[in-house]
């Protein structure tokens, strides 16, 4: 699906855009597409000169799903020391935030289309668990513990 857009932006930015194809949810629920993302991503590091890279410019990228994907990535291996640091992440649109789907953003947001609130949530469901049954309390912030909103409310809230 982003393939034409690969090709683009290897050809305006004279890079080298490797395009992993993960497993999707519902039928691959999290952590399968995680996993195909950072072990492509490893695989990559650890033969950069088979590719003719410079280990000092390598980015990930990624759009929606993609984007939490790169971020997490991104994450995981910020602290490995035995595979080149990547220089930079790209997140368009990420999906990083599950906690509080009443926030601003996206009560301003809600009719937007292409990817309203509520189907934000029933992707992300797919994502994790690979059903929706507990869609509505989600939406209604039911799903996080009492203490867990004090503990993060510093980061993910209105103000």
Known sequence: SHERMCQYIAKESGSLVVSVGYRLAPEHKYPAAY?????????????????????????????????????????????????PRLRAQILIYPGLQALDFNLPSYQQNRGVPLLFRERAVFYSLQYVQGNTSNLEEIL????IPPDMWLKYRKWVSPD
């Open 140 to 143: 209604e912030g039911s799903h």
């Open 35 to 83: 996993e195909d993302c950072l072990n492509a991503t490893q695989h990559f590091l650890q033969h950069l000169e088979h590719y003719g890279v410079d280990p000092a410019r390598v980015t990930v990228c990624g759009d929606s799903a993609g984007g939490n994907l790169a971020a997490a990535v991104s994450q995981t291996l910020a602290g490995r020391s035995d595979l």
